[in-house]
């Protein structure tokens, strides 16, 4: 007996993303970011905050909207990238304001951060007390001769962790377009689903 298309397919799961789970880690650090070296009246702090949990929560909403509607899910999910590109640039901002040097995309302490695949916050903030205190560490590009600070490293951690998310994403949209375009959305998947009910 060939199986026939589910109406509702299986959806949800997001836990199991990896863009989920690097975006939540990205929240976590920015929350932690931000009670270190955000000053709390500011503004800044509030929106970089909720930019980083739209970004993990539009990733859940999008995976679990999947079952009933394909075209939610492409919406939720660029939703989710367009927040983590608004972090990114709050991350920057708050680099350049403080005369804090943005890492070069060939700083070697960028392929470090990604090789070791950090899980936890505690695990980002391990490695950055390790390139604060470690010896070794030229900063590729850089015109500063200053030691590097613990915001420095921090906020580079999080645009490190940002890139990797949004790539992560543009794949994931990148699929889910194709994905809609071969299948259609919901209404498509109803047609199908009746007409082949009603075959021998």
């Given amino acids: 007996m060939v199986d026939r298309e589910p109406l509702i397919p299986k959806h949800g799961?997001?836990?199991?993303?990896?863009?989920?789970?690097?975006?939540?880690?990205?929240?976590?650090?920015?929350?932690?970011?931000?009670?270190?070296?955000?000053?709390?009246?500011?503004?800044?702090?509030?929106?970089?905050?909720?930019?980083?949990?739209?970004?993990?929560?539009?990733?859940?909403?999008?995976?679990?909207?999947?079952?009933?509607?394909?075209?939610?899910?492409?919406?939720?999910?660029?939703?989710?990238?367009?927040?983590?590109?608004?972090?990114?640039?709050?991350?920057?901002?708050?680099?350049?304001?403080?005369?804090?040097?943005?890492?070069?995309?060939?700083?070697?302490?960028?392929a470090s951060l990604i090789a070791r695949r950090c899980r936890t916050v505690d695990e980002v903030a391990g490695w950055v007390k390790m390139v604060h205190d470690g010896p070794g560490w030229s900063s590729t590009g850089s015109t500063s001769s200053m030691p590097s600070t613990y915001p420095e490293i921090a906020a580079n951690a999080a645009l490190v962790l940002i890139a990797v998310a949004c790539s992560l994403l543009d794949r994931q949209i990148a699929y889910q377009s194709k994905a809609f375009e071969r299948q259609g959305g919901f209404t498509e998947r109803m047609y199908r689903v009746r007409k082949s009910r009603r075959m021998p």
């Fill in 13 to 110: 799961g997001y836990r199991k993303l990896k863009s989920f789970q690097i975006a939540q880690l990205v929240y976590d650090l920015t929350v932690r970011f931000c009670e270190r070296y955000v000053d709390r009246f500011s503004r800044t702090r509030d929106q970089m905050v909720q930019a980083a949990r739209s970004g993990v929560q539009n990733i859940a909403e999008g995976s679990q909207a999947s079952g009933t509607s394909r075209k939610t899910e492409l919406k939720l999910t660029n939703v989710a990238r367009a927040s983590l590109e608004e972090l990114r640039l709050d991350y920057e901002d708050f680099l350049r304001q403080r005369r804090l040097p943005l890492w070069v995309r060939e700083d070697p302490r960028r």
